[in-house]
């Protein structure tokens, strides 16, 4: 099993559309995770962190279930400008700041 | 006023040649890092610096050397360029080294001949 693990997609939503992305992570010591979002041919940038039981921030939503090993992004009211890859990342416990990114979701937003 | 930034953003250049990228930030963070992006979109990491000091050193090839002259640099000098270390190579920077978010430069394309 990959440390972290998601569906690459792509998802071909609406505007307007509620879309959720799902990450898997082996780990069960990894203590917190995040959200980057990452556009073609540019550098990643730090979309949400998500700690304990999860946080909203205006349209995106993330979980995470440590039962189970994943966290999730919910993006609603999809825009055209959410269209972007979307990386998973959590953090190798106990490797010095080594955080592990999921190949990516691609998500495109059309019209 | 960029946060993290890295020269040159496009680096074209003949297998076999050395050269350096330049990694600057100005958030005073305490961690610096070097990773590698390939065709296949994966981020992997290469190399993490705290204070001047290496903390993570992944399996990469020795012809990969990074030196941290202070805290807010991180360079990155590649030797004997080959065919697959073409890629975007990013710099990254966090407060501190451990469970925190991290700032990336905008990359540094390098294509080998």
């Known amino acids: 099993r990959k440390e972290v693990e998601q569906d690459p997609g792509p998802f071909n939503v609406p505007e307007g559309a509620t879309v959720a992305f799902n990450c898997t992570y082996s780990?069960?010591?990894?203590?917190?995770f995040f959200w980057y979002r990452q556009d073609c041919r540019k550098e990643p940038k730090l979309l949400m962190s998500?700690?304990?039981s999860g946080n909203e921030d205006g349209r995106f939503t993330a979980q995470l279930n440590r039962a189970s090993q994943y966290i999730s992004l919910l993006i609603r009211d999809s825009k055209l400008s959410d269209s972007a890859t979307y990386l998973c990342?959590?953090?190798?416990?106990?490797?010095?700041?080594?955080?592990?990114f999921g190949q990516g979701t691609e998500l495109s937003v059309k019209p | 006023d960029t946060a993290v930034s890295q020269t040159p953003k496009y680096l074209v250049t003949q297998m076999g040649n050395d050269k350096s990228i330049k990694c600057e930030q100005n958030?005073?963070?305490?961690?610096m890092y070097w990773y590698k992006q390939d065709s296949k979109k994966f981020l992997k990491i290469m190399f993490s610096?705290?204070?001047?000091?290496?903390?993570i050193n992944e399996t990469v090839p020795n012809r990969f050397s990074p030196k941290s002259p202070d805290k807010a640099h991180l360079n990155l000098h590649i030797n004997s360029l080959e065919l697959g270390d073409s890629a975007v190579y990013f710099c990254?920077?966090?407060?501190?080294?451990?469970?925190?978010?991290?700032?990336f430069g905008d990359g540094t394309r390098l294509s080998i001949l």
């Open positions: 990342v959590g953090p190798y416990y106990n490797q010095g700041g080594k955080l592990i």
């Open positions: 990254a920077s966090s407060r501190q080294y451990s469970n925190q978010p991290q700032h």
């Open positions: 998500v700690y304990s």
């Open positions: 958030l005073g963070h305490d961690t």
């Open positions: 610096y705290n204070n001047k000091e290496l903390i």
């Open positions: 780990n069960s010591a990894s203590q917190s």
